[in-house]
């Protein structure tokens, strides 16, 4: 069973940190007003505002301020500052054992998938939702991370989808963007999808990259024994002048088209601008229905 970080009272400390691309002041001051009107403490990572080419710091700078982030002892959560590229850079340089002597809410996806992954290895709940930069983008994205952060119940219910399979599923929901999972396999990161609802989402890929990543998780059993497959946004995807034939819809059906799992397109979360907050590793509801789709926690 999963370890549930301590829900947010007022008073609290949130960190912020950088762990991949640079972002300024001005990208992170709309979240940390926001977060100081929610009555928490913000501290911001040392490095988070240096930059080095793309990346906010050097690999050893971000490193140090995520070392910090995960052995704060006073700290209930870690809000990612932003995504892009390079957390991967800083994985096998890290000590995240501290996090089971003081757990902590992590926040943030895209990028931040394989910092889930590494606290679904430590059987740590974790939250895929909005980052610092996009704080003041959308509203109710935002809204939903402050309703799973201080504990309060949240019941999604989406319309329902021509493409969606039906059915009923109970399970730990896993997974982030598509694109870390596949960089993920073979390596410590690498998650057990068996007995969960595996939540997948892109960003700007090729059809065929897209329908390479689903077959290698089809081909190393992580499709097999599934409860359920939420499909969140696949945004901005692309075709070659030659047209590879399906869609990316028709792609992800064709991987799962041997099981009888549930699968519920077009969740809002993701690269989407209602990108709605999801708990990792804590027992979910999911129920696809003619009528409607619908996500609750116990």
């Not at 940390?32 to 490095?47: A, D, M, R």
């Not at 997974?175 to 870390?180: H, P, Y």
Request: overall charge positive; aromatic content about 10%; some cysteine.
């Amino acid at each position: 069973m999963a370890i549930i970080p301590a829900y947010l009272i007022k008073g609290d400390t949130i960190l912020i940190i950088a762990t991949a691309r640079a972002r300024n002041l001005e990208a992170i001051r709309p979240a940390i007003t926001i977060l100081e009107s929610w009555g928490l403490n913000v501290e911001l990572g040392e490095n988070i505002f240096k930059t080095h080419h793309q990346f906010a710091g050097t690999d050893e700078e971000r490193a140090k301020d995520l070392q910090w982030a995960l052995q704060h002892k006073k700290a209930k959560a870690i809000l990612i500052g932003g995504g892009g590229y390079g957390t991967m850079r800083i994985m096998d340089v890290v000590n995240f054992k501290p996090l089971l002597k003081y757990p902590k809410w992590l926040i943030g996806y895209s990028d931040s998938t394989i910092l889930h992954n590494r606290f679904c290895q430590l059987k740590i709940s974790s939250i895929h939702g909005t980052m610092a930069f996009q704080f003041n983008k959308n509203h109710s994205a935002t809204d939903s991370i402050k309703q799973l952060l201080f504990g309060k119940k949240i019941n999604y219910t989406i319309p329902t989808s021509s493409l969606n399979r039906l059915g009923y599923a109970e399970g730990e929901i896993v997974g982030g963007n598509l694109s870390l999972l596949y960089a993920a396999s073979g390596s410590v990161d690498n998650i057990s999808t068996k007995n969960k609802i595996l939540f997948i989402e892109d960003l700007d890929e090729q059809l065929y990259h897209l329908d390479r990543m689903m077959l290698q998780l089809k081909r190393s059993n992580n499709l097999s024994q599934l409860k359920a497959l939420i499909v969140g946004g696949m945004s901005d995807m692309k075709d070659n002048k030659i047209p590879f034939g399906k869609n990316y819809n028709e792609i992800i059906l064709d991987a799962v088209k041997e099981y009888n799992y549930p699968v519920c397109f077009n969740f809002p979360a993701g690269h989407v601008d209602q990108n709605m907050a999801i708990y990792f590793n804590k027992k979910a509801k999911l129920n696809v229905t003619k009528q409607k789709v619908s996500l609750n926690y116990f």
